[in-house]
């Protein structure tokens, strides 16, 4: 008896855990499965008499849907760009703030982190005025070097780019903590011997540094990938989606149709397909990880 109680004392330790997980997240997710295979409504969610199974009619019409094709272009647009660009620079930021520890540096380190605990609809007001064309400071810098004005928010691929920039802005914090953590882990006798040794700063970089954050990297990859795959507050806030759905994104599609147009069935079927292209995408960074 005592050893069985021995052995449980683990279990009742992470069960509450796992009970939260269960009720928020897994029981949500097998919900939403069921509610794709059906026709539900706004009439649906007030009376469940009127809700009918439709089998796979809502993956049908999803994929003839012109709208949820572009949604998905765009994401892979999003992701394509956003993560390469997003993990390079705060990896960089994160490598020369790392060399000093004067106060000069940890005031930067806070500069750099402050738009990861903004508000985004604080940082979306100020973007906005910044990317206004007419009177937008981005374009009065452009002015006063001779250009014409950008429409930052009017074209729909300007405005993606628009986009991808905010976004990349205000990711950057939470990377650089990750890469700045991990790199001052590294113990600094490597440094010293591979200085014996001769090696130049860029050896050390690629020989002691990018090896021994390689599963920071990876971590910090696997979920820029899966947050970008939902980009989703950038588009809601600055763009709506538009112009022409030329910013729209999967999860976007996903709000307008299932709290906009009430179509909860359909919405549903496109968040079990953005589920799968999620769950997809990560087990093949993690197969290749393996393989490494």
Known sequence: MYRFRTKMIPYLFVAPAILLLAI?????????????????????????????????????????????????LNTMFYVCIGVPVVVLLSLVVALLLNYGNKAFFSAFRTIYYLPTITNIVAIAVIWSYLYNQQYGLFNYLLSLAGTDSIPWLEKPFVAKISLLILAVWQGLGVNMIIFLAALKSIPEMYYEAAEIDGANRWQRLCHITLPSIRYAIFFVVVTKLIGWLQFF?????????????????????????????????????SSTVLFAVIIVVTMIQFKLRREE
């Open 24 to 72: 928020f997240s897994i029981v949500p997710i097998i919900v939403s499965i069921f509610i794709s295979f059906t026709d539900m409504d706004l009439v649906g969610l007030a009376n469940w008499s009127k809700i009918h199974f439709i089998g796979i009619d809502n993956f049908i019409e999803l994929f003839n849907d012109k709208v949820f094709i572009v949604s998905m």
């Open 233 to 269: 507050e950038e588009p809601f806030v600055m763009t709506g989606g538009g112009p022409l759905n030329g910013t729209i994104s999967m999860a976007l599609f996903i709000y307008q149709e299932g709290f906009q147009y009430s179509k909860f069935g359909y919405a549903a079927a």
